[in-house]
């Protein structure tokens, strides 16, 4: 199976600070990358796929990079509605596996 | 506007079944994979299973295979979640999500989540 890692798990951060969540995969998973967001309660919200498309509708201060094994999400400039948690999932070869989370918080 | 609704969570005993359901609509229901994930109390996300739009190819986490099986019904826009041999690790909100795509395990549309309580 493909383990996912995500550094770090937590991060508190302020209003307008540029962030970088990083996600490795324990083996090549080409650009089969997705990122998504999730608030207490809610379901998962979609917000990049294939490691650096933009889902439509996702604000521009997101983005993503990277191939193969390491990945990053950035985000440009945090606003108060960013303070969620973060997963990534490779999509690349079954099972279909998510990294643990990345809790935003507010510095 | 995409739209899947969960339903059929509840109270199970250990060693117990359930059959999840998830009504979708609005979008071309065939043409899409869907995926169960799961996201235990307080925990992270889980992926459970994935079934083709056929319905040909159906893949599982190794925690549940052999315990759940993935179906869905074209004809009724539904996906269905079979749950035998509960064990309290089961225990979980469940999420039905549309993959994003042509590309099985992404998931671009999720619905609101049913709970499933494994306790005696």
């Known amino acids: 199976d493909t383990q996912m890692t995500q550094s770090p798990s937590t991060l508190s951060a302020s209003v307008g600070d540029r962030v970088t969540i990083t996600c490795r995969a324990s083996?090549?998973?080409?650009?089969?990358l997705a990122w998504y967001q999730q608030k207490p309660g809610k379901a998962p919200k979609f917000l990049i796929y294939?490691?650096?498309s933009l889902e439509s509708g996702v604000p521009s201060r997101f983005s993503g990079s990277g191939s193969g094994t390491e990945f990053t999400l950035t985000i440009s400039s945090l606003q108060p509605d960013d303070f969620a948690t973060y997963y990534c999932q490779q999509y690349n070869i079954h099972p279909y596996t998510f990294g643990q989370g990345t809790k935003l918080e507010i510095k | 506007e995409v739209q899947l609704l969960e339903s059929g969570g509840g109270l199970v005993q250990p060693g117990g079944s359930l059959r999840l359901s998830c009504a979708a609509s609005g979008f071309t229901f065939t043409n899409y994979a869907l995926n169960w994930v799961r996201q235990a109390p307080g925990k992270g996300l889980d992926w459970v299973s994935v079934i083709s739009g056929s319905g040909g190819i159906t893949y599982y986490a190794d925690s549940v295979k052999g315990r759940f099986t993935i179906s869905r019904d074209n004809s009724k826009s539904t996906l269905y979640l079979q749950m035998d041999s509960l064990r309290a690790e089961d225990t979980a909100v469940y999420y039905c999500a549309k993959a994003y795509g042509s590309r099985m395990g992404s998931a671009d549309y999720w619905g609101q989540g049913t709970l499933v309580t494994v306790s005696s």
């Open positions: 294939k490691a650096s």
């Open positions: 083996q090549s998973i080409s650009s089969w």
